[in-house]
């Protein structure tokens, strides 16, 4: 390892022996999936510590569309593929899958993120019942996010109208082998409907990654298999300056394409919600 070698070049390296180890060169595979197992075993051929995360190492190089070659070595983009994280067990062996190699032809990348229209629907949320103190010292990342979205019943409003309670469960949520970012739910009818949701934040900027999304949803229809009464619906999230937008994906279906977009706006406007809140000028 020379000394100043970032992350990045680090997973690369690991990367480059576990394609290598599945790679079939006479017959290559249109997708090479690999394990949590195999990134342990790269990192060791390649003599470099393991990360304290074995299972987001994948996810750190899928978190933002920063390009094929911000995930992939060269070598293998070359070979004409890019890489998507995987979630999930190998039915044969056990394993716990890690991420795929998919050939997309040379110049070609994975399209896996969520892209988010200009035209949404849009609504005003009033936020005068989010306490002052709260108001003063919460931050733009994703635990300030669920904080006021409980604080003004931001969903509710969204996705019903306020004519339904939607409340949260749990924040975060980890269920083997995902974790997701909130759980919240309702009861319509003697129905009751849990809301997977995964959130962005103004800190991270990440992307909303797709094939995060369905691989969650494939482990939720499992945990909830035989559960009539039980129903499950995706939403993302992604804050913004003073407000939200939301995607909202068809109920019991795997989260391809939203059925709804809606722009929420805070009113009066949460001041801590923007970029650089440490340079607004706040009252005391």
């Avoid at 070598?75 to 890019?82: E, P, R, V």
């Avoid at 604080?151 to 995902?178: E, F, V």
């Amino acid at each position: 390892m020379t000394p100043g070698e970032d992350k990045s070049t680090k997973k690369h390296k690991m990367l480059k022996v576990v394609f290598n180890k599945y790679y079939n060169k006479s017959k290559p595979q249109r997708v090479i999936a690999f394990y949590l197992s195999d990134i342990s075993w790269g990192y060791r051929r390649c003599g470099i510590p393991e990360p304290a995360s074995i299972s987001n190492t994948i996810l750190d190089l899928c978190r933002k569309d920063n390009g094929k070659d911000s995930r992939v070595p060269k070598y293998i983009s070359d070979l004409g593929y890019d890489l998507r994280k995987r979630t999930g067990k190998d039915a044969a062996t056990g394993k716990k899958y890690a991420g795929e190699f998919v050939h997309v032809g040379v110049g070609n990348a994975i399209k896996s993120w969520l892209i988010w229209p200009d035209d949404m629907t849009e609504i005003v949320v009033s936020s005068k019942d989010v306490p002052k103190l709260v108001l003063r010292f919460i931050r733009p990342d994703e635990g300030g996010l669920f904080s006021i979205i409980e604080y003004t019943d931001a969903l509710s409003k969204a996705i019903y109208g306020g004519k339904h309670k939607i409340i949260r469960i749990q924040t975060p949520m980890k269920w083997q082998p995902n974790e997701i970012d909130g759980l919240f739910g309702t009861e319509i009818d003697r129905k009751i409907i849990l809301i997977p949701c995964e959130a962005k934040s103004l800190c991270t900027k990440d992307a909303i990654n797709m094939d995060q999304l369905q691989g969650e949803y494939r482990t939720w229809k499992g945990v909830m298999s035989g559960e009539k009464n039980i129903h499950v619906q995706y939403i993302a999230l992604r804050q913004i300056e003073n407000g939200i937008d939301i995607a909202v994906f068809p109920m019991d279906k795997e989260p391809k394409k939203p059925k709804k977009w809606i722009h929420v706006k805070f009113s009066p406007p949460i001041i801590n919600f923007q970029e650089n809140p440490s340079k607004t000028k706040r009252d005391s």
